[in-house]
């Protein structure tokens, strides 16, 4: 199974630009946000711990997933796709997912929580964050459905 290094050069250039972008979110952007809502919103700066625990826990798992997506095609390029090193990266990525997911639950509750406080409406980032709970179930569960493969190739190879 010989693979293109045109596509998987791409793909990983796409991995290394997002992993900038998350990077930049994670030095300039939230700790500006969070700054200027605790200037405007005084009274309820104190929520922003949780929400601001949540986003780094959030770009720190991403950039964990990045990187093992990147090893992934560094094996693919290499012709180790069933291998157990891909195996273990396909497994770190679908834990790196559940984490994700959890985070974002959090995020949830702790909106729910200033809701209660405030009486705001939060419908929007509610349904945003339900909306990101769906795409990480569905990259979870394809790490799931690569993985089979690769672990029954592993035990033919092993008998």
């Known amino acids: 199974m010989r693979v293109k290094n ?23 952007w939230l700790p500006e946000m969070a700054m200027k809502d ?8 104190y ?3 949780p929400f601001l625990v949540c986003a780094y826990g959030f770009c720190i798992t991403f950039s964990i997933a990045l990187f093992q997506a ?3 095609l560094t094996y693919i390029e290499r012709n180790n796709a069933f291998s ?13 997912a559940f984490t994700i997911i959890f985070l ?16 705001e409406d939060a419908a929007g ?9 769906l795409a990480t179930s569905i990259i979870a569960a394809m790490m799931d459905v690569l993985q089979k ?10 008998e």
């Open 47 to 49: 929520f922003l711990i």
């Open 104 to 119: 974002i639950l959090l995020g949830i509750v702790s909106l729910a929580v200033l809701v209660k406080v405030t009486g």
């Open 6 to 28: 045109g596509s998987t050069t791409f793909l990983k250039v796409i991995i290394f630009l997002i992993g900038v972008a998350i990077l930049t979110l994670c030095i300039y």
């Open 84 to 96: 157990e090193l891909s195996l273990k990266s396909l497994k770190v990525i679908k834990k790196c």
């Open 125 to 133: 980032p509610i349904s945003l964050s339900l909306m990101g709970i």
């Open 70 to 72: 990147f090893k992934l």
């Open 149 to 158: 493969p690769i672990k029954d190739f592993l035990d033919k190879k092993a």
């Open 38 to 45: 605790a200037k405007t919103h005084p009274d309820t700066a």
